[in-house]
């Protein structure tokens, strides 16, 4: 089941959380630097042994201080304007959090809107590529969350369930 919620992604009790990270893994601001301080100094240390992670792709740790048991650090797109590539990376993340979620186990999974804070990718935009990749692996978990952080992004997010659901 997919879920849209509104909450902060460092309280919820699930198998694997997702980070919006930068390629060095070493923390930042928005959803990434809430994470660190929420899981504990071992975060960073364990980061530290990770040699960094490209756009698209992912790696993991355990949650540490979070609720969470796993964490699936991944790095999104910085927005370009669209025409470099964007859309395959964005997807790329999230297919590769969801497969890697299932090696390792998981049954729930929470998403922040990866790339849409810092990182400038439209949210509009953002949702269609992440819904649909997560619409092809609904019955795989047990609980797809999608992690808003605003009312509007809750909104944003129903809108693009809505029109995806009708095509
Ligand atoms: P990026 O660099 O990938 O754009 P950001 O962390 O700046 O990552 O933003 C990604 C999304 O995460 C934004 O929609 C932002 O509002 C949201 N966000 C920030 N903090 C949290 C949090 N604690 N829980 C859930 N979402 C968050």
Known sequence: MIEIIK????????????NAANSSLLGGGGVD?????????????????LDGCKAGDVKMTPGFEL???MILHTVGPHWQGGGNG???VLSSCYKKCLCLAL???A????????STGIYGYPKRQAAVIALTALNRYEHEFQSILCCCFSDSDVWIYQKVRDSL???
Request: charged residues 15%.
């Open 165 to 167: 659901s009708s095509l």
């Open 103 to 105: 090696e390792e186990g």
């Open 67 to 69: 609720p969470a048991k």
């Open 7 to 18: 909450a902060d992604i460092t309280g919820l009790h699930v198998d694997a959380v997702v």
């Open 107 to 114: 049954r729930s999974i929470a998403f922040p809107a990866i």
């Open 86 to 88: 964007e859309s395959a």
């Open 33 to 49: 630097g809430a994470i660190h301080a929420a899981a504990g100094p071992a975060l960073l240390q364990a980061c530290q042994k």
